[in-house]
Structure formats: C-alpha cells, structure tokens
C-alpha cells in the first residue's frame, strides 16, 4: 500500500463526476430560479438544499476514499439490512409527496432511502456473487440474486414508486456480464419488445406478428442446423402469445390509467398535448427550442414560466436542452457516456471480483437512470419518474450516487492493493 | 466477448440515438421554436392615449378619462363559472358567452375586449378575483372626457370598431376604439397614434412574469396628436345658446384665412352621453330621433334654398358680365310681372325706382329678376350659353359641390345648368322666365350654410376665398399644410358696390337690427320658402329665416351664415343672432342683452311641432 489514496485517484472519473454536478447546480438554479433567489446558500430554496447536500455528499466521499476497501464487503449484508429496514418504516414513519409513501422527513429535509437502496443492493449483489461457493449458472444462486434484488424492488413498488423500483432491473447488465445464460438475454428482450408490440398493434395483429417471426426464426435455424426440433419453437410461440395475452390483461386491468397513459404516449397512440401527453410535449418543446446554441443560462421561457413540471427534477435535461442548446445536450450526454465507459472499463480491470461486479452494477444503474430519464426528456421513453444522476435536484439522489462513484473510485485507486 | 461489450454498446448506441434525437428536435425542426414562443410569450398591444381637442385659444374641448377593458386570449381560457364572473363583471352570463365566442371567431390567439370600459371601482374588484379565470386579464384604457358639452357633431365620437371596420383596415382588432364623425374620424390617424407592441414572458398559468427578452422585440407606440382646431370655443358655446330650442345652423369662417371659427347645428346633443356602457342604447336614441335629427349636421349637411342672400352674387355675375352698371335701375310696383299671368311679389312700395345698391339693401325681387334675365339672356350667345355661364361664375364661389373641408359629412348643393333645364323642359322649352326664381335663390338652387358662409367670406375678399377648414395645428407642428386662395371669376372692382349695398343692408335696409355700434356690418337677409310632404301632401311651412354678413367691412374679420328653420324672416332670428355673434368674435362681450335675452329665450318648438299636430295650422304667423 503506497502512500495515501489521493494520488492513486482516478482524477479524470472525479473531474467528470464534479463537471456534472456543478452543472447540476446551474440548471437547478436556472429551473428553480426566481427574482426573489438568494443564491447557493439559502437551505429554504431547492438550489440551496441541492447544494448543501453537494457538500455533505464531498465530505462523505472524502471519508469514503479513506475507508479500506475491505470495509465495504463486510459491510455489504449490513448496509442492505439497514436500507431494508428504512424501506420499511416508510410504511410507518414515511411520508407521503403525491400519493407516494417514499420519504423521511427529518426536520424540514426529505430523505429517499430508495436512493441508498441502489446502492446498498449494488453490494449486496456483488457481495453475493463474489462468494467463492456462488455459481451463477445456478437456479440456487440465481434464485437467491433475484430474491436480493426483488426486496427493495417490491418494497419500492409497495410506496408505489414502479419508477424507482423499475431501475432494479439494472443488475441485469452485472449478472449477465458474470456469466448468466444467454436465453435469459433472449428473455429480457423478448420480453421488452413483445411489451411493445402488444401495446402497439391489435391482439390478432400481434398473434400474427409473432406466429410469423417464430417460424422466421426456426427456418432460419433449420437452415443453420437441420438437426433442429421444431417444439420449442411452438414453446415458445405458446408463452409468446400467452404473455402478450397477459400484457394485454395487465395493461388494461393492473395497470392504472395514468400508466397506460404515459405508454401510450411514448407509443404515439394518444396525442392529447393538453392531458397526459402535456409534459412530454412541453418537454420537447423545451429542448426543441433551445436550437444549437440554447437560449442562455437563465434565459429559458419553457423553464422561466414552469411549462414543464417537474423540472428541476425529473425533467432537468429539458432545461439544459433549451438553455444550453445541443452543444449541453452533446456534452451532458457525452459526459454520461465518459462516466459509464470509465466505470466499465476500471471495472474490467478488476481482479476482485466483489469490487467488479459492484463497479458493473452502479454502471448499469447509472446507464438505467440515463437511458430512462433523457429518454422520456426526448419523448423516447414513457413517463418514469427517476431522477438524471448528479445532475436533477434531490438530495437522497445526489447522495446515494455520490457514494456510488466514490466507492467505486475507492475500489479502483485501491485496485492494486489489499486484495 | 458479447458479455464484455454488451453494456458499453448499448450505452454508445443509447448514446448515438438521443443525440440524434437531439439533432431532429433542435437543429432540424424549427417548430419548436415557434411553439415555445407562443407556450411563453404574450403579446399585448398599448394604445397611445388618444390625442386631445383643444380649440384655436388652447382651450380644452376633448380629453380623456381612464377605464378598465377586460381582455381575453381565447385560447387561454379554462373552463370557469360563468355566472360568478359574469356577477363580478356586472354583465349577463349571455353577454359575456357571446363576448367570448365573437372574440374567439376574431382570433384565439389574439387578445380581444370581453367587456369594455369597465368603471375604477369595479376594476378594483375585478383585479382580486381575476387569477381565477386564466385567459382573462385587465387592460387599462381610457374614454373620451369633455369639459364641456360642444360641437358634438363637429367633434364626432368614439366607439369600438365594427366587423366592416376591421375588414376595410386590419389595424383595427375587435373591441378597439375609432373616431366616427366629425373631428374624430377625419383625423382619426393623427389622434390615435399608432398602437405599440409589447412582448411579456409568461408562465404556464399566463402570468405575465416579466418582459420578454428584455424588450428587444417590443414595437413602441407612436405618440398621437393634440389637435388645435380653428374653432372659437367661446364663439361655439355662445352660438350654441343662442339655438337653443331653435333648429338651423351658424358657420363663421375667418374670411382672410378661411378658418371655421364656430360651425353650430341645432339640436345637438351630450357629447358625454355617447361614451360608457350606455353607449350604444343613448346612440339608438339619438339616431332615432328622426324629427329633430340631432346626429343630422346641418350646418354641413342641410340643402337650403339660399333666397336673398343670393342676390348679391347675381349682382356680382351681372356687373361681370357686364349686363348691368351699378347706376342700372329698374322700377318696381311691389312686383312685377314676369311673364304673362306670372307674378313675382316684392316688398319694395309701388314705384320704387331701385339701382344696385338700394335694390340690396331692400332686397327687390324685381330688379334682381331683371338682373338675371338679363344675365341668362345676354351674358352669352344665346340663353344656353348665359345659364352655364352663370353656373360657372357660381361654380367659382364653391357652391354646387363639396368645399373640401376637413371634416367627413357634406353634401354639394345644387346649381343648375343648361342641361338640367334641357332635360325638363326640352331644349328650346325653356326661357330666362321660366326660370326667374333663380334670381331670387329660390327656385333649384340648393346650398348648405357652410357654402353660403364660404361664398360671404369671398365677398368679404373682395374676391376670393380660402377653403374652409377646421384643423390649425397639430402637437408636433409637423402640419404643414397651405391652404391656397380660390379666385373667384368675378374682379375685385365689382365688389364694392356690392359690399355697399350689404352695409345698407344693416345701416338703412332690411337688416338694420343687426346694427353694432362701432362696427360695420355687411349683411343680406333672406326668407325662404320650404315645403315639407305631410302625409304625402306637399305643404307649405313657415319660411326659414337666414342671414349672411361680414364686419368689419372694410377688414372682414368673420364671415357669417345663419339660418333658422321656420323663423320666418330673415331679420326675426338669423340677423339678430348673426349681429350678436359678430359683437362676441369682435368685440369679446356683447352689450345689447335686450337682443341676447330675446334670442336665447326664443323658442320655435312650437313651430316645429306643428306639422305633427294633426291639426290644421297657420304659417308665417
């Protein structure tokens, strides 16, 4: 072990990092800004809160850097058990913002321990795999992963809060990277685009749509390899249609409205710009009219006159769409790609397994957050909402993505030591 | 290796998609931009405060007073308790449904007035409750104020525009003010100003948060004018008074300038009753009042037969033409015949010998009818040729047309021709007898006061006039507008005879109440025969009193033309009221109160009300 943990830093992964919560703060600033603002240190306006919680997440950070890197493995079935715990108080204790139960409020500062719930699970995860008697090809060790991370996520649904328990489907990318079986790929997307294209098209339509891809399927299989049977095809065909039969059921029927809504939106079945289609629609226009340049810091007349709700929060890109123009777009989602890539990339060179798997799994949550958030900024994706890491007004968010990164920047500087 | 690159490719071709996503939505697709202007951007209008009216002395005629309009942006509107607003507005639910379905057939993205002119103290009710009608908002306006009730017709008003104006010039949008008659139409374009343009930035609930882009688009109004007319305010009101419960005319004109210095028609009315929410209901009234006729100019707009008056101009053509001197005389036997069985009356004693000037100041019917004849018969080769050249001499003392003054009622008066005759008569069919009333201004002629006060203040000239006008200035003095000298066709040596025998008019003739001391007044009276149809039968009624005159004779000051409907002769109403307003231009204060005093508290009503007695009545009594 070399002298101290600062110099073995890996400064370009923190430059991104402080690049996109500084302009975090600015677009905070300009979405929440009003003539009356007194600037960064005023606690009682978002801006102020956001960077108060910026600080408090550095000097965690700090501390974190410091801490062995051994300390988060043991810790790892504690931290969960506690992020368990505070998921569940909320059913006692919680309070409740627009009909979810999802916050602590502790003398006038809200708390999301779904956000630490991230966190916690990403080691936990990686704590479970990395045992040396885990195997992940395994219907135990799968079965007991999925277990893992199907507790917060239900907890979490539970608030209701499907956006935030949604982003749990993150630990895919770990899991498959650590050796899970390709067909449950083949699931995973199948799964999605069944999703959509049942949604999309009539019963009949769909039914024909996959009889024929199915069959598409198995000629060409054939062709590959004659020696191929043709009933797992009809299996498939089988739980295909049965599944876009109860994607059907659960849309019209589990679904509520204001769900179905914001699929069909994306969907572009319902252009009611007035109703549900409102946000996104205002959204776009937001972005749309920021053109190459934006229309300057502060200068937004989408966010100056509150069209787009929500936007400090889960709308923020469309602020920095219209304020900064494509260039902030360009650079916010280049300095998102950066971030994940980095993550990947030091993950990959990882000889401990726990500390790469985690690193996997925060650069799928980060990639999940990303995907999702600017996509429905862009109209791509339904309404989910999830906050843009670092950079979308929320102290929980801000702090559990903070510990994020500088744990993974922990593990990495340390990557060559105490292993 | 799939394994390795999955997440990494999915994160790049994430990546790659909403940046092209970014490039469709912000460098290819420039809707958005519109559609962010209008989500943030409200355009308001601002109206320059409408010019004011002062008179030649600076002294205040119109001003203007503030009112609230409430405006709405159809489409900005939500859905809201129609009966509570319109409870708060003091308008019925109907009105206020209809408001807002004409404004939305106007425009919905434009801001149209819902309810207008709404009082200070509602306005400040309104002002709590309006954030809970989105779409509506409050815009400060202001209304016509007068200082005095005067010279409505002159003036004209103000109204909102209708659909035709909005059609005929888009300036106008739907709730918006125009001048209608008078002063305020004509110059319509100097007291308005020109509308501006302000830009605000507004939030989602059309909350005005600020203006948009600092200003940078906004179109500032330009500033209306203050017009200065050459109307005497003292002189107007005083001429109004003395009409009062009269009807007829006054047109004073400033014969070397040609300015209207006072343009009375009675009945008139409160100006101040035609702005305000009882606007429309008391314009109904006015408008259907078609006995008086308060809307009706007279002084501009009535056709009167000019009688005596008119001599003097015949006078003027003969000595022109040379047909007569001024020591030419013809004998009089209180008329004469003019043709066989055909005789015209005269007031003159039995054997009066008349040369020019006596026959005008005792207005002889006989000589004038010689005068004439002689004109239509020798003035030319043949009878056709001497009545067009006496339609052209009269052409050029602006009668038979429009004078071109600023103000947008008149009528032409009528001045026949050979041709006119030719077509009633047959060519050939008429003689210089046959139309002898002309000599006298009776017969076809027709002319409206402000063309007989035109054609005295070209006596007054000695020869010429100046168009008569009513604007002398405007706030920015950038009216530059010459108004050049007319000649008449008559020289200027013929006039004086003429203006000779108007001052005998008032010093010896038939005008002599209209005396002033220390002043010479010229004047010719007149008595005109008028008809009206009562149930379909044409009737006699009470001749029109009418008076022309000039002072001081030998430098006109003012030029004057009375006329009183059904006063009977000329010196029992129109040449005590002319000589009145004389002493009042020149001197400043009027010292027989006698004749005042009898003139204001004159009343004809009762003449005028009788032809809708249903009885039998007497004229000329």
Redesign the interface.
Known sequence: MSKSVFFRLDWLLLLVYLALVTFGIVNVYSATFSETSEGLFDLTQAVGKQFFFLIFSLFIGIIILSVNSKFFEQFASLGYFISLLLLLGLFVFGNTVSGATSWYNIGGISFQPSELAKVATALMIASLLSKFQSDIQTPRTLFKIGAYVLFPFFLIVLQPDPGSALVFGAFFFPLFREGLNYSYLIIFLSVLSLFFITLSFPFGVVVGIIILLIFLLYFIFKKLNPKIKIWPFLFFLMISIGFSFSVDYIFDNVFQQRHRDRINIVLGKEVDIQGVGYNINQSKIAIGSGGLKGKGFLEGTQTKGDFVPEQHTDYIFSTIGEEWGFRGGFFLIFLFCLLILRIILQAEKQINKFRRIYSYGIAGLIFIHFFINIGMSLGMVPTIGIPLPFVSYGGSSILAFSIMIFIHLNFDANRLNDW | MI??F???A???L??V???G???S???L?S???L???G???IENSIYPERGYIYDRNQKLLVSNQPVYDLMAIPENIAVFDTLEFSKILGASKAELKEKIKLARTFSVKLPSIIVGKISRERNAVIQEKIWKYPGFFLQKNSVRNYPISLASNLLGYVSEVTKNDMKKDNYYHLGELIGRQGIEEYYEHFLRGKKGKKFY????FNRI??S??DGKYDVPMEGAQNLYLTIDRELQQYGEELFQNKRGGIVAIEPKTGEVLSLVSAPSYDPSILIGRKRSENYRKLALDTLAKPLFDRSLQAQYAPGSPFKSLNALIALQEGVIDKETSFSCQKGHFYARGMFMGCHCRPGTNNNLRSAIYRSCNTYFANVYRRIVDRAGENIEDGMNIWNEHLKSFGLGNYLGYDLPVGKKGFVPDADYYNHWYKKGGWKSATVVSNAIGQGELLTTPIQMANFTAAIANRGYFIQPHFLKAISTDSLKKVYEKKETSIDSIHFETVIDGMYQVVERGTARIAQIKGIEVCGKTGTVENFMKIEGVKTQMTDHSIFIAFAPKDDPKIAIAVYVENGYWGARWAAPIASLMIEKHLTGNVKRKWLEDRMLNGSLIAEYEKPYSGKPFVINE
């Not at chain 2, 930035?201 to 989602?204: E, H, L, V």
């Open positions: 394994r390795r999955f997440l990494p999915v994160t790049l994430t990546a998609v909403f940046i996503r970014l490039i939505l912000q460098l697709n809707s958005y931009k559609l962010s202007d989500n943030a951007v930035q507004k939030d989602r948060i600020g948009y882009e």
